[in-house]
C-alpha cells in the first residue's frame, strides 16, 4: 500500500462523526502545568545531553577513521611486533608477528610475496643481511629461520637459544647474532648454519644487543642490569658495566644504541633513566627526566645528539657534550621506537598512541604526523632518504607512510 493509499483508507474510516456530546472535557489545574513544563525541560536536556554524547561519537569515529598510510600489509591478523627493510631493495619488507609467521612482501604494492615457515611461537624479531641475500626469522620457540631472499627457500634452522630476543646481522658477512631469554647470545655463519660462538656473561634474560658498526664488536644489554661489550672473535667479555656500581642502571636494559663511530654506548632502562658510557669503560653521564620506563634510545649521526622515549609518552633531546635537557617532546602514550634519519637532525617515534611522528630535533618542531593504526605501534623502519616508514602494529597490520604519493 502506497502513501495515497494510506491516505484515502484514513478518510474512508472518518466517516464516523463524532458528537459533542461524545467528547470529554479536560481541565490541567496550575500546578499540573508546572509539573508539564518541568517534564519538558528535562526532556529538553536529555535531548542536549543526548546530542553531546552523538557529536562526540561523531569526533571518535572520525579520528578513527583517518587514516594517512598509502600502503599496507594484512595478512597477519594478529599482532605484529617486527619489521624491516631490505638494505638494496627498499620496496621489500619482512615483518613477523604473534601469528607466529614472517612474510616478505612489497612495500609499493602491499603484495605478498611469501609466506615463511611457520615458529612455533610468536615471531619477535625479522632482518636481512647486510648484502640482502639472506633474511631470517626469530622465534620465541628458540628457532631461527634465514631464507634465501631471491629463491624465498629456506636454507638454514638454527637452534640453541630458548627465546629469541633480538637477531642482528653482522655489517659486513653473512654473520647472524642473537640473545636470548637463557642469558646468552649465539652467532652463526651463513648459508652453512654453523654455530662460530656463545657467549656467557649475563645472569639474566638479554633483553637487546648489535653488533657494532664496524663489526668488531658486540653489545648487549639484559635484565640483571649489566651492559657488555664482546669481542665477537674469542666470545671474551671487553667491558661489563654493571649494577653494582651505583652510577649505572639499578634495573633492567630496555634498549641500546650506538653511536656511528662505536665508541659510545646509549642505554634505557627500567630505572626511568638512560646512560651514556665509552666502550673504554668510563660512565660519562646519566640522562635522567623520565617518570617511568626508558623504551626507547637512539643517538644522532650528524649532531652531538641523543633522544630518549618513555612509557609515560615522552620524548626527549639531550645534548651529549654537556649532557643536558635540550627539549621534551610528546605522545599521548608510550613511546615504543626512536629513528634518528641517516645524515640529517630528524627523528622519528612511533608509541602505543598509535601515531607516527617525525621531529626536528634543532627546534623540537614536529614536522609530520602520520595516523591509520587502530591499536599501538610496536616498531618502525624508516627508508634511507627518510621519507618513508613502516610500521607494525598490536592491530595486526602493517602500513606504510610516505611523503612519495
Known amino acids: 500500500m502506497n502513501s495515497d493509499d494510506r491516505r484515502n483508507q484514513h478518510e474512508d474510516d472518518g466517516e464516523d462523526v463524532v458528537e459533542e456530546g461524545d467528547v470529554e472535557e479536560t481541565f490541567v489545574d496550575d500546578d499540573d502545568g508546572e509539573e508539564v513544563e518541568e517534564e519538558d525541560e528535562e526532556m529538553d536536556e536529555d535531548r542536549r545531553e543526548e546530542d553531546d554524547m552523538d557529536e562526540d561519537r561523531r569526533e571518535e569515529e572520525e579520528i578513527l577513521l583517518e587514516d594517512d598510510s598509502v600502503q599496507g600489509f594484512f595478512a597477519h591478523k594478529e599482532p605484529v611486533f617486527a619489521v624491516a627493510l631490505h638494505p638494496q631493495q627498499q620496496t621489500l619488507v619482512a615483518s613477523g608477528g604473534s601469528?607466529?609467521?614472517?612474510?616478505?612482501?612489497?612495500?609499493?604494492?602491499?603484495?605478498?610475496?611469501?609466506?615463511?615457515?611457520?615458529?612455533?611461537?610468536?615471531?619477535?624479531?625479522?632482518?636481512?643481511?647486510?648484502?640482502?641475500?639472506?633474511?631470517?626469522?626469530?622465534?620465541?620457540?628458540?628457532?631461527?629461520?634465514?631464507?634465501?631472499?631471491?629463491?624465498?627457500?629456506?636454507?638454514?634452522?638454527?637452534?640453541?637459544?630458548?627465546?629469541?630476543?633480538?637477531?642482528?646481522?653482522?655489517?659486513?658477512?653473512?654473520?647472524?647474532?642473537?640473545?636470548?631469554?637463557?642469558?646468552?647470545?649465539?652467532?652463526?655463519?651463513?648459508?652453512?648454519?654453523?654455530?662460530?660462538?656463545?657467549?656467557?656473561?649475563?645472569?639474566?634474560?638479554?633483553?637487546?644487543?648489535?653488533?657494532?658498526?664496524?663489526?668488531?664488536?658486540?653489545?648487549?644489554?639484559?635484565?640483571?642490569?649489566?651492559?657488555?661489550?664482546?669481542d665477537p672473535k674469542t666470545a671474551a667479555i671487553v667491558r661489563q658495566f654493571a649494577a653494582h656500581d651505583e652510577r649505572f642502571h639499578q634495573g633492567a636494559i630496555t634498549s641500546l644504541a650506538v653511536a656511528r663511530d662505536d665508541q659510545v654506548v646509549l642505554t634505557g632502562s627500567v630505572d626511568t633513566t638512560a646512560k651514556l658510557v665509552h666502550v673504554n669503560g668510563t660512565i660519562l653521564g646519566s640522562l635522567s627526566n623520565a617518570t617511568e620506563s626508558v623504551e626507547a634510545v637512539g643517538l644522532c649521526d650528524v649532531l652531538p645528539l641523543a633522544a630518549t622515549g618513555s612509557v609515560d609518552g615522552s620524548l626527549s633531546i639531550w645534548d651529549i657534550n654537556t649532557m643536558r635537557l635540550r627539549t621534551t617532546l610528546r605522545h599521548d602514550d608510550s613511546v615504543t621506537r626512536v629513528v634518528w634519519h641517516d645524515g640529517a637532525p630528524l627523528l622519528t617515534s612511533v608509541s602505543m598512541d598509535c601515531a607516527v611522528r617525525t621531529w626536528d630535533a634543532r627546534t623540537g618542531e614536529c614536522v609530520r604526523t602520520w595516523r591509520g593504526h587502530q591499536a599501538g605501534i610496536m616498531d618502525v623502519a624508516l627508508t634511507r632518504d627518510g621519507r618513508t616508514a613502516v610500521t607494525a602494529s598490536d592491530d595486526g597490520c602493517c602500513l606504510v607512510f610516505s611523503e612519495i604519493k
Open 99 to 230: 601469528d607466529d609467521r614472517a612474510y616478505i612482501w612489497r612495500l609499493d604494492t602491499g603484495e605478498q610475496l611469501a609466506a615463511l615457515d611457520k615458529h612455533g611461537d610468536s615471531v619477535s624479531s625479522v632482518g636481512f643481511s647486510s648484502d640482502g641475500s639472506l633474511v631470517a626469522s626469530g622465534g620465541m620457540d628458540g628457532k631461527i629461520h634465514v631464507y634465501s631472499v631471491e629463491a624465498r627457500e629456506r636454507c638454514a634452522t638454527l637452534d640453541g637459544p630458548d627465546d629469541v630476543a633480538f637477531i642482528d646481522w653482522h655489517p659486513k658477512g653473512n654473520v647472524l647474532l642473537a640473545g636470548a631469554h637463557d642469558a646468552s647470545l649465539w652467532m652463526w655463519t651463513l648459508p652453512s648454519g654453523a654455530c662460530m660462538r656463545v657467549f656467557a656473561g649475563h645472569s639474566a634474560p638479554v633483553t637487546c644487543g648489535r653488533f657494532t658498526h664496524s663489526g668488531r664488536h658486540i653489545v648487549s644489554g639484559a635484565e640483571d642490569g649489566s651492559l657488555i661489550v664482546w
